[in-house]
């Protein structure tokens, strides 16, 4: 569940690769000074220590308030309007399990240095972020549009140059994201999730050694909804196989499979052979 640099390295060669990550500047359209607020509640706080004068993007700590009224914490890394004017594509990352938007920092910077907007969030129970984590439920996919809608009134996005990218919880979560947010024009999924049974519960089987490492660090470093610990249960019990096959596809990439086609969303997809959790399936 660890971070591989050497995986996120590859994040850069393949934005590179498709139409989102075309040379930035191609991007800039009529500049703008100006950002409507509209009526979205946003709350941005400067870091004023790590913003440099020779830096080429400004980074702040931000609050995105959601539709159920919780705060999620987000880092915004928004390139410098005097070294790139106009529009601008932008990246979102999301966390992996156990971390939150700090994970990110290297790469962020990368492309901000670059202009690109990057949005680094914390998924509900993550972080500092509230609520409670739901394993990729209803309200996570619900908030990628809270957080592009967010962009749209606090930054100077090109809405339709935004792309989405996380390693292993985040990875799952950026697949669920190309099949329910139309704004979403490219996706890179590292060690993520295709189908959520297979990983936790294999042939009507639990998977106790890495459920047990999941919630226990789940438990220490987040807020896990108290439906997963009945999940879990059930699964130990085998109390209704057809319920936990019914909760594992609702957050499973590999159900929206001909949503993510009939978008035509450019995927990239790593996972390693060693992954005992995720593997290639």
Same mark, same amino acid.
């Given at each position: 569940?660890?971070?591989?640099?050497?995986?996120?390295?590859?994040?850069?060669? @393949? @934005?590179?690769? $498709?139409?989102?990550?075309?040379q930035p500047s191609a991007f800039a359209e009529t500049p703008s000074n100006t950002i409507s607020k509209g009526s979205i509640q946003t709350s941005i706080a400067p870091a004023d220590s790590q913003r440099g004068l020779l830096d080429p993007y400004n980074i702040? *700590?931000?609050?995105?308030?959601?539709?159920?009224?919780?705060?999620?914490?987000?880092r915004l890394y928004d390139p410098k309007l005097s070294r790139f004017p106009g529009k601008r594509p932008a990246l979102i990352f999301t966390n992996s399990w156990t971390l939150d938007e700090y994970?990110?920092?290297?790469?962020?910077?990368k492309f901000a240095a670059k202009g690109y907007i990057v949005l680094a969030y914390s998924t509900r129970g993550f972080g500092g972020s509230e609520g409670f984590v739901t394993v990729a439920g209803p309200n996570d996919v619900r908030d990628f549009s809270t957080v592009?809608?967010?962009?749209?009134? *606090?930054?100077?996005?090109?809405?339709?140059?935004?792309?989405?990218s996380g390693v292993s919880y985040g990875a799952g979560l950026s697949l669920m994201a190309a099949a329910f947010e139309p704004r979403i024009k490219v996706v890179a999924s590292?060690?993520?999730?295709? *189908?959520?049974?297979?990983?936790?519960?294999?042939n009507d089987t639990i998977?106790?050694?890495?459920?047990?490492?999941? $919630?226990?660090?789940?438990?220490?470093?987040?807020?896990?909804?108290?439906d997963i610990f009945q999940q879990i249960k059930d699964m130990e019990l085998r109390t209704d196989p057809i319920a936990t096959r019914v909760w594992a596809a609702l957050r499973s990439p590999e159900t929206y499979i001909e949503q993510i086609n009939a978008r035509g $969303?450019? $995927? &990239?997809?790593?996972?390693?052979?060693?992954?005992?959790? &995720?593997?290639?399936?």
């Open positions: 569940m660890g971070i591989n640099m050497t995986r996120l390295g590859i994040v850069s060669l @393949f @934005f590179g690769l $498709v139409s989102i990550c075309s702040t *700590n931000v609050k995105i308030t959601t539709h159920d009224n919780l705060q999620l914490d987000g994970e990110y920092e290297i790469q962020a910077r592009i809608d967010w962009l749209e009134v *606090n930054t100077r996005v090109n809405p339709d140059k935004i792309g989405m590292m060690s993520g999730w295709g *189908n959520l049974q297979q990983s936790l519960y294999r998977q106790k050694t890495w459920l047990d490492i999941l $919630v226990g660090s789940g438990k220490m470093k987040g807020r896990l909804d108290p $969303v450019p $995927v &990239f997809l790593e996972n390693s052979y060693l992954d005992a959790l &995720f593997p290639p399936l």
